[in-house]
Nanobody, 121 residues
């Protein structure tokens, strides 16, 4: 089992910045068994969508809608993934969820509890 604890959400004005963190725990082997960590978001009335993810090797994928504004990074030693969000817009308002994909014989998805990001205009 993998537990994910997120932090860093809040209220910010448009044009501002926030940094989300997500720490994974759940045993000695998660550093090698968690193959991908990422961030999704879900705005009211919308489906949850992928924002960015990063592999254990450091390869990143960032969706076009936030590319150039959001940066994902990972500290494997701390089993932590970060999402640096700059130039925030009101349309970035959503609950942001951390995701971890762990491979132990099969691929399993784990989710954090979500953290609210609200961008005021």
């Amino acid at each position: 089992q993998v537990q994910l604890v997120e932090s860093g959400g809040g209220l910010v004005q448009a044009g501002g910045s926030l940094r989300l963190s997500c720490a994974a725990s759940g045993g000695s082997f998660i550093a090698v068994t968690i193959v991908t960590m990422g961030w999704y978001r879900q705005a009211p009335g919308k489906q949850r969508e992928l924002i960015a993810n990063i592999t254990r090797g450091g390869s990143t994928n960032v969706v076009d809608s936030v590319k150039g504004r959001f940066t994902i990074s990972r500290d494997n030693a701390k089993n932590t993934v970060y999402l640096q969000m700059n130039s925030l817009k009101p349309e970035d308002t959503a609950v942001y969820y951390c995701n971890a994909k762990q491979f132990v014989g099969q691929l399993r998805d784990y989710w954090g509890q979500g953290t609210q990001v609200t961008v005021s205009s």
